[in-house]
């Protein structure tokens, strides 16, 4: 792939965060979830509803192949009611199933060390650390918890529509929009969540449409989000950022200056929708937000079950 074009470059070089956390460090953003952003989400909850984020886990997923490698969850069972006592199904009895999935099949969150390039990750590390045994360093593994306050910016209501065309690069000035809507001010350490309306045609199942063209932060984000020291993105789309590319001879530039530069850490695939109708019912964006994931040693991503508690 040719040299990124110098637009990209130049931006990379404004938003880089290596070291504002220590040459050692493999959390980015992730670090700005203090004690305080952790009960700011917590004052947010008052009737205790609960609205989960994530989309099913089964063989409807939206994995079509286009990513080699890539499958979505194939759960078998390994035992049926198995008597353990003597073949006496009298007594205990278990079942028991596996699976085999991406980690990126799904709702999930990109580690740090997900993608490089010019030979390096977040921080400055070596694009190396990561090898065949896996992430030596910026792995998964090393987000113990993602609980923070949670902020909903749903671009497609502001703009009127049920669902924004694939393709849409959404602006500064979009999330700007969408924060005036909801009310709310952005606090270092929040986690934002940037709705399209684009898993509507996931839901339709229209995997091909789904993939591609999709709706989603353009380069014309990357400053807010690091101007607002956001901990973590989470959008609700195949590809996290809007696809095609803006730029030609680029694939996934958000990718490189968020997870890359600013350290920050992404989720695609989150499914907002039943949070969006709840949020414009009754007029609250913010929320108690715990989306942790798995803590599969050295992986570059993991599937995650988000929860809103408002």
């Known amino acids: ?40 989400g917590a004052a947010e909850i008052r009737s205790g509803k609960r609205l989960p984020l994530g989309i099913p886990l089964d063989e409807k997923g939206p994995q079509t192949g286009v990513v080699p490698g890539r499958i979505n969850p194939l759960r078998t069972m390994l035992m049926i009611n198995h008597p353990y006592l003597k073949g006496d199904r009298r007594n205990f009895c278990n079942s028991d199933d596996t699976v085999t999935m991406g980690l990126q099949s799904g709702t999930h969150w990109d580690a740090l060390a997900h993608v490089s390039y010019e030979g390096k990750i977040w921080n400055g590390y070596p694009a190396d650390v990561v090898d065949y045994r896996g992430a030596h360093r910026c792995g998964i593994d090393k987000v113990k918890t993602l609980v923070s306050r949670g902020v909903l910016l749903d671009v497609a209501r502001v703009r009127g529509v049920e669902r924004l065309p694939g393709g849409t690069a959404l602006t500064a000035e979009d999330l700007d929009a969408a924060v005036e809507l909801a009310r709310v001010r952005i606090e270092p350490g929040d986690v934002v969540f940037v709705r399209t309306g684009h898993p509507q045609l996931l839901r339709a199942g229209n995997r091909a449409s789904y993939i591609a063209p999709a709706p989603g932060p353009s380069l014309r984000t990357v400053e807010w989000f690091r101007r607002h020291d956001v901990a973590a ?29 600013i350290g920050l850490t992404q989720g695609q695939n989150f499914d907002l929708e039943a949070l969006a109708a709840d949020c414009a019912e009754d007029g609250r964006y913010a929320f108690f937000v715990d989306a942790t994931p798995l803590p599969f040693t050295r992986a570059v991503a993991s599937p995650v079950n988000p929860v809103a508690v408002k």
């Not at 110098?6 to 670090?31: C, F, H």
């Not at 989470?234 to 990718?255: C, I, K, N, Q, R």
């Open 233 to 261: 993105v989470a959008t609700d789309s195949f590809t996290g950022e809007v696809f095609p590319a803006e730029l030609p001879d680029t694939y996934l530039p958000v990718h490189l200056l968020h997870l890359v530069e």
């Open 1 to 40: 792939m040719p040299e990124l074009p110098a637009e990209v470059k130049e931006l990379a070089a404004r938003v880089r965060n290596w070291g504002r956390w220590g040459p050692e460090d493999e959390l980015g953003t992730l670090n700005l979830i203090d004690a305080a952003a952790v009960r700011r």
